[in-house]
């Protein structure tokens, strides 16, 4: 298997055509194995955005992975535009998959940017067809079962991050983007974060690609030093006040060190995940069981992500975020993630309709974008009441609950699902192969 000190030529002639060796559990805990693409090779053409009725909802838009290419056309002004130019909030799409051009309907209909995520590449990677071609051709050059993964990843990012570029060059670098994780086996690594992460920037080498990293301890020294290189960066798998504050202050202390005159170019989000507070929550309340405790089911996460934006404002304001603006610096904008509802018995737009304001970014999968589309309000909401969101927020404390426990326990619970998916895809990609008898076992 190819290491990182290898990946320095990026001539796609380089590439080994050693015969294809399957994946083992030795393999480098850290992103490696691909070749850097010297442009974008892929011809766009239209495609056919699948509509899908699974809710009910006049008009809905639905992405669903196709078999092969498609044909598109135009939607309509949607509410996604007004909420981007009414109160400053870019509704980005939680999902990718081939081809991407059935994203131009979404990008028609006021999508601005797209995010991605293990669990997102498992799913589309394992039910599609679409991949087959290049991976049949990535393991008969010589690459094993990881590096073809992360060479079909590029591929999808590189695709996606062409048709959002209009908006990033329209914004001045402000929106547009898309965004690809580093391995989630790295949740624990610093080094080898920060390794990955310049690696995936280089051979993604878009303008407008967010390299994910985690929000783990160990992970906050490396978003420092990935921005101080002039790297922008999504932190995702954000559950807590006092891990976001960390964050932000990893976002500031990178730019200060950056040496650089000029800060425009290094832009970042922090992924603050908001349905899974409740998922969790709900059941601690539910095992207190006083009238009170059952109240609050489903108001936890809102009433915390309302106060993530009052840090926001706290923290990108003063002398000190004054000196960088300065430099060019953009602030780090609050970015809403886990939107899709997991109780049935909760409104369909909980975790979009409240949490809208400006210099943030709501990123939905297709059940919370369909619904948005479909009946969701447009106005300003995220801090229309500042003194529930703390009122419930305390009330919470005092029944037991500790936003700390929270927090951690849904961090590991979301580092080890990514992980999961990612292990999985890989288990499924070699049985891809097999099946394409690829490899003699």
């Known amino acids: 298997m190819a290491t990182i000190s290898k990946l320095t030529n990026p001539n796609p002639a380089a590439v080994s055509s050693s015969s294809f060796k399957p994946r083992s559990s030795s393999l480098p805990k850290s992103f490696i194995g691909f070749q850097s693409r010297t442009g974008f090779c892929s011809k766009l053409a239209s495609s056919q955005l699948t509509l899908r009725n ?8 639905l992405v669903k992975c196709s078999q092969s290419s498609g044909n598109g056309s135009a939607a309509k002004r949607t509410t996604l535009h007004d ?10 799409y939680d999902n ?14 006021g999508v601005r940017g797209v995010t991605s995520n293990p669990a997102i590449f498992q799913k ?3 039910s599609s067809n679409a991949y087959n071609d290049q991976f049949r051709e990535l393991v008969q050059s010589g690459k094993d079962i990881e590096a073809a993964y992360w060479e079909l ?13 209009p908006i990033y060059d329209e914004t001045d670098g402000g929106d547009g983007y898309v965004s690809v994780e580093v391995s989630p086996r790295l949740a624990d690594d610093t080094k080898g974060t920060v390794e990955a992460a310049k690696l995936l920037h280089k051979v993604v080498n878009r303008p407008n690609v967010y390299i994910k990293i985690p929000a783990t301890a160990p992970c906050i020294p ?19 006040l006092a891990r976001y504050e ?3 202050d990893a976002y500031l202390d990178g730019l200060e060190a950056s040496g650089l005159s000029d800060l425009s170019r290094v832009t970042s989000v922090a992924s603050f995940f908001v349905s899974r507070v409740d998922t969790l929550i709900d059941k601690m309340l539910e095992k207190i069981g006083t009238p009170e405790a059952l109240d609050l089911r489903g108001k936890a996460a809102v009433a915390q992500a309302a106060l993530a934006y009052q840090l926001y404002q706290k923290k990108f304001s003063g002398p000190r975020w004054e000196a960088l603006v300065k430099k060019g610096a953009k602030k780090q904008r609050l970015l809403w993630a886990s939107t899709s509802v ?13 949490l809208i304001g400006p210099d943030t970014v709501s990123t939905m999968p297709d059940q919370a974008l369909q619904a948005f589309i479909d009946h969701g309000a447009v106005s300003r909401t995220i801090d229309s009441n500042v003194s529930e969101a703390e009122g419930i927020y305390s009330a919470l404390e005092k029944l037991g609950i500790d936003w700390t426990d929270v927090g951690n326990q849904l961090e590991v619970e979301g580092v080890d699902a990514f992980k999961k998916s990612f292990e999985s895809l890989l288990d499924t990609l070699q049985e891809k192969a097999n099946s394409l008898k690829l490899v003699s076992l």
């Open 124 to 126: 589309a990677i394992s």
């Open 342 to 354: 997991k109780n049935p018995a909760y409104l369909d737009t909980l975790y979009v309709a409240p």
């Open 54 to 61: 699974d809710h009910a909802l006049r008009g809905s838009l």
């Open 153 to 165: 990843v590029v591929k999808d990012i590189q695709d996606a991050c062409k048709l959002f570029e």
């Open 96 to 109: 990718l998959c081939r081809p991407v051009t059935d994203l131009i309907p979404l990008i028609a209909s």
């Open 83 to 92: 909420l981007y130019e009414k109160e400053g909030q870019s509704p980005w």
């Open 246 to 248: 960390a964050v932000i």
């Open 222 to 240: 490396s978003i420092k030093e990935v921005i101080s290189q002039g790297i922008s960066v999504n932190v995702t798998l954000i559950f807590s």
